[in-house]
C-alpha cells in the first residue's frame, strides 16, 4: 500500500462492492448520471426496494422533513438494526471527497442569480439579499457574479419555501439569526443544522423535540402541524424588527443601501429608488449602487433611467460582467439590438462563460436572423448550464434553427 492517509483510503474504496439506491430528488446530478458514478467507482447502483440494497441515498433537494415519506417502515427498520446504511447526498459528496475537490464538472452545477431565482421562483433581488447576508454562499464569483452550487440551492430552496409562504426575507433572517444564538458554533443555520422548515417557521430538531427561535421546547410534533398560523407567528417584542425604525437613524451609504433593500422587498419601489439615491450623495458614486437602482428603475418602467444608470455601472467598473448582461437585456427589450450584441459581446470578453449572456446572446441573435451565429451560443448556454431552468427553451430554440435550415436546404 502506498503511503496514503486512513481517510484517503476511506474515500476511495467508499462504494466499492456497495449496492447502492438513491431516493427522492438530487442536487448534483440525475439519477442516471448518479448510477454511472456509483459504477465507476466499483459499487452498483439498485433500487430502494431491491433485497440486498445496503446504502440508501436521499437527494439533498428534499427537506428533512419528508424522509419519513421516501423510506418504508422496512426500510427503516433494516436501518435500525444496522444492515444498510442511510445517509444524506451531502454525506456522500463529503465522503467521496468530491465536494471540495471538484468546481465545474458534473458533481457541482453551478447557477448565477438569475438562474436560482427562475429557478425557486423569487426576485433576483432576493437572492441577492440572502448573499450579502451570507444566508447563501457562492462556490466561486467571477468579475462581481457569484455562482452557487447545489448544496447552496438546496439551502435556497428551503428559504423560497418560507418566502413562498407569506413570511418576508427580513423575518426570515431574524428567525435564523435567533437559532444561530441557541448553536453558536453554526454560524449558517439552514446549512450546518437539522432545520425544519414548517409552515411559516423555521424549528431546530435537537435531541427528540422542536426548539423555536424564541427557544421554546415543542415536543409534540402532531400538535405543531395542526396548530394555527397564530400561535406558530407567535413571537416576542424582542423578535421582531422593523426597518421603518432603521431609516430614521441612517448615516453611511451602506445604511442606506440596506433600507433600500427592504423598501425593494415591501414593494416600495419609489422609495428604494429614492434610498439607493442618497445612498450615491453619501457614498459617491459606486458600481453596485448604480446597478441596483438601474434594476429599481427598469420595474418602475423607466428604461431610458435605467440604461443610464447601467451604463454608469459598466463605466465605473468595466469588468462588471453582471451590469453589461443586464444593459444588453434593456437594449434588446428597448429594440436597439445592434447595442445589446455589442453589450452582450462586451459581458463575454470579460467572462466568457457567462451562461446567462451566451443565453441572451443567442436569443438577441435569433431575433435580428444571424441563426448560424446564435446556433453556437445557444449550444455553448447548454454545455455550460445544462440543467438551468431555461434549458428547454435552448433545446427547442435548437431543434427550430435546425428545422429552418433543412427546409432552406430542400428549397435549393
Request: aromatic fraction near 6%; hydrophobic fraction near 40%; include cysteine.
Amino acid at each position: 500500500m502506498d503511503e496514503r492517509t486512513d481517510n484517503q483510503w476511506e474515500t476511495d474504496t467508499f462504494l466499492v462492492n456497495r449496492h447502492v439506491a438513491f431516493v427522492g430528488k438530487l442536487g448534483g446530478m440525475t439519477r442516471r448520471e448518479a448510477a454511472q458514478m456509483v459504477t465507476s467507482l466499483g459499487g452498483v447502483p439498485v433500487t430502494v426496494d431491491t433485497i440486498d440494497v445496503d446504502l440508501i441515498v436521499i437527494g439533498a433537494d428534499e427537506l428533512p422533513l419528508d424522509e419519513e415519506g421516501l423510506l418504508d417502515s422496512s426500510v427503516r427498520e433494516a436501518a435500525a438494526k444496522g444492515r444498510l446504511e442511510i445517509i444524506s447526498e451531502t454525506e456522500m459528496w463529503q465522503r467521496l471527497g468530491l465536494v471540495e475537490e471538484v468546481a465545474d464538472d458534473e458533481v457541482r452545477r453551478l447557477y448565477t442569480p438569475a438562474m436560482l431565482a427562475e429557478l425557486l421562483g423569487v426576485s433576483v433581488s432576493v437572492i441577492r439579499r440572502w448573499h450579502r447576508r451570507g444566508l447563501i454562499v457562492p462556490a466561486r464569483e467571477v468579475q462581481r457574479l457569484p455562482y452557487f452550487d447545489f448544496l447552496e440551492v438546496s439551502t435556497a430552496r428551503h428559504l423560497a419555501q418560507l418566502v413562498l409562504s407569506g413570511v418576508s426575507p427580513g423575518v426570515i433572517e431574524r428567525k435564523l439569526e435567533l437559532l444561530s444564538r441557541l448553536m453558536p458554533a453554526a454560524e449558517r443555520p439552514l446549512a450546518q443544522l437539522e432545520v425544519i422548515v414548517e409552515g411559516q417557521d423555521v424549528l431546530l430538531r435537537q435531541g427528540e423535540g422542536l426548539v423555536d427561535p424564541g427557544g421554546q421546547l415543542r415536543i409534540d410534533f402532531d400538535t405543531l402541524t395542526e396548530s394555527n398560523g397564530e400561535s406558530e407567528l407567535e413571537v416576542t417584542e424582542a423578535n421582531v424588527y422593523s426597518f421603518d425604525d432603521f431609516v430614521g437613524h441612517v448615516t453611511t451609504m451602506e445604511d442606506y443601501m440596506e433600507s433600500a433593500a427592504a423598501a425593494e422587498e415591501q414593494g416600495d419601489l419609489p422609495a428604494a429608488a429614492s434610498l439607493y439615491r442618497a445612498a450615491l450623495a453619501a457614498g459617491g458614486p459606486r458600481p453596485e449602487v448604480c446597478f441596483h437602482l438601474a434594476e429599481i428603475l427598469y420595474l418602475q418602467g423607466n428604461i431610458e433611467a435605467a440604461l443610464e444608470r447601467c451604463y454608469m455601472a459598466v463605466e465605473l467598473d468595466e469588468n462588471y460582467v453582471e451590469a453589461r448582461a443586464n444593459l444588453g437585456c434593456m437594449l434588446a427589450e428597448a429594440g436597439d439590438h445592434e447595442l445589446a450584441l455589442a453589450a452582450f459581446r462586451g459581458a463575454l470578453h470579460f467572462h466568457q462563460d457567462y451562461p446567462d449572456v451566451h443565453f441572451h446572446l443567442a436569443r438577441t441573435l435569433d431575433d435580428v436572423g444571424q441563426h448560424d451565429d446564435a446556433e453556437i451560443h445557444w449550444q455553448t448556454f447548454l454545455e455550460l448550464a445544462p440543467d438551468s431552468p431555461w434549458s428547454e427553451e435552448a433545446r427547442r430554440r435548437l431543434q427550430q434553427d435546425s428545422q429552418m435550415r433543412s427546409v432552406d436546404l430542400s428549397e435549393l
